[in-house]
């Protein structure tokens, strides 16, 4: 016999542990309950107690059990003898004398509504048999997992109601809780994947982590409770275990729903987006407040829904093409990642660095149908920066020519003015410069503006022009005097894009 088992499974059973998961449940405790409970005896008078054994669960029938008087002697005796509780039943004393009484005595009384001679042979089972009555409670857990839907938040609440006393939760891999009670989210967890850590601030954990299909991990499983009991972390630990299959079952069908339908996990990352941007400040791992479903889902997709993230887009070069075909290829080149009709193609985000996502797009594109070119965004802190990202990517993936990857942290100011959408911006450019295009007759004023702002001066821009510097000067009087302030820096940005795109 393990080590393990032997200072678990078999170690006594407490009075909590009778009350919350066993024989008694239902009952009504009022003390500590931490006792342990080795034994059990049937009292019908007050001087029996006197021979009662330590640690013994004392069952109080018949005129023993019949008064206020005769009760708080029992009680008194009982706690002379060092007994582990009091088990009386219902009706022989009010509760509130009871509870009174619990308190200024030190023992912990616990009133039933069944046979006392019932409820003593339950519990004279469960002190003799503390492995099998625990094995009850698993097998009963056992059950209910079994016949849960596939669902991260049905599972955590099954735990929670069948583990009285214990607070569990299911973290993500970078400590996000997903589901569960935030008090466990909290606590440390124990040393390796299934120890049940000692004791933590008065307390104990117990953790099982659950894997993803790839084999990583998808998230951990982690517990926390009170109870003195040296078994009850062991049945804890042993039901986290249950739990593993489900979860990861439920992870599972996520994918292969996502996979199937593009429009499903197009709307699913079209909200994590939109979750993100509205998330508040600080919101980071470890929190104890429960993410929003839209976040749950991910994690069971396995998608990065926090820390650096960096974008991309695929853009076919002409026409269109299929988007679950597409979502197929580029998640088998990238991993499990997002992937939204963005831009004229295809776009998402991934854990992985701008470097890696270059390889790995570059080994992409040959395997689409279609000639496409790529982008990669800058990485950003998170996904609430993520739209940032998604803009350089389709920026960087509309100047790649078709079967190559740019980057838009590797664009110069040329690069990133060629990809403006020159159809949408034409109207608004043209209102920007229509006073000098106004006294334009040929474009050579628009020209010269262009390469002035360009080129940050007169005689670089004259040089670009292959006029002389006098020219450009002139030029620039006629500009200014159409209206327009050089030296103003916003002027100047939005003339420069303007001129681009008209000059486009």
């Known amino acids: 016999m393990s080590p393990a088992r032997a200072t678990g499974w078999e170690a006594p059973v407490t009075v909590t542990e009778l ?45 023993v059990a019949g008064g206020g008087w005769a009760v708080e002697m029992a009680m008194r005796r009982a706690w002379e003898q060092a007994a582990a509780c009091v088990i009386a039943p219902s009706g022989g004393l009010s509760e509130s004398s009871g509870e009174v009484l619990a308190e200024r005595l030190g023992v912990t009384l616990i009133f039933v ?42 599972v955590l609440g099954i735990l929670n109601a069948e583990l009285p006393g214990t607070s569990v939760a299911f973290l993500d891999r970078n400590g996000l809780l997903l589901a569960g009670r935030r008090d466990a989210a909290g606590r440390p967890e124990g040393g390796g994947d299934g120890d049940v850590a000692g004791e933590q601030g008065g307390g104990w954990t117990a953790h099982a982590e659950v894997p993803d299909q790839e084999g990583g991990l998808l998230g951990t499983l982690v517990a926390a409770g009170s109870s003195r009991s040296p078994g009850w972390p062991y049945v804890v630990r042993t039901v986290l275990t249950l739990a593993v299959a489900p979860l990861a079952a439920w992870a599972a069908q996520e994918r292969l729903r996502a996979a199937r339908e593009f429009t499903v996990q197009a709307s699913l990352a079209e909200r994590l987006l939109t979750e993100a941007a509205a998330s508040p400040p600080g919101n980071a791992a470890g929190s104890a407040e429960p993410v929003g479903g839209a976040v749950v889902n991910a994690v069971a997709l396995g998608w990065p829904v926090h820390g650096p993230v960096t974008a991309y887009q695929v853009r076919p070069v002409t026409g269109a093409g299929d988007a679950t075909l597409a979502q197929t290829l580029v998640t088998a080149a990238l991993g499990q990642v997002p992937v939204i ?10 854990g992985l660095g701008p470097g890696e996502l270059v390889a790995r797009l570059e080994r992409c594109l040959p395997t689409l149908p279609w000639p496409c070119s790529a982008g990669i965004g800058p990485q950003v ?62 474009g050579t004023l628009l020209e010269t503006l262009a390469a002035v702002l360009d080129e940050g001066g007169a005689l670089r821009a004259a040089e670009r ?40």
């Not at 620039?476 to 030296?487: M, N, P, T, V």
């Open 465 to 504: 022009l292959g006029v002389h510097r006098n020219t450009v000067t002139t030029r620039l009087e006629r500009i200014k005097s159409a209206g327009f302030d050089l030296d103003d820096p916003a002027t100047r940005l939005a003339l420069q894009l303007a001129c681009h795109v008209m000059l486009r």
């Open 113 to 154: 509504d069944e046979d006392p001679l019932i409820v003593a042979v339950r519990v004279a089972e469960a002190a003799s048999r503390p492995d099998a009555a625990r094995m009850q409670l698993v097998a009963r857990c056992a059950t209910r997992l079994a016949e849960a839907e596939t669902s991260a938040r049905r």
């Open 381 to 442: 802190a998170d996904l609430a920066a993520a739209a940032e990202s998604l803009a350089g990517a389709e920026a960087a993936a509309f100047m790649a020519d078709a079967g190559s990857v740019a980057r838009a942290d590797e664009m110069g100011p040329a690069e990133l003015l060629g990809a403006l959408p020159s159809q949408a911006l034409r109207a608004p450019a043209a209102v920007v410069l229509r006073p000098l295009l106004t006294i334009d007759r040929d």
């Open 19 to 63: 009350v919350n998961a066993g024989p008694l449940a239902g009952a009504r405790m009022y003390g500590a309950g931490e006792n342990q409970v080795r034994g059990v005896r049937i009292v019908d008078e007050l001087a029996v107690l006197g021979t009662v054994a330590p640690h013994t669960a004392v069952v109080l029938t018949g005129t």
């Open 341 to 350: 009709a963005r831009g004229g193609g295809w776009a998402g985000w991934s």
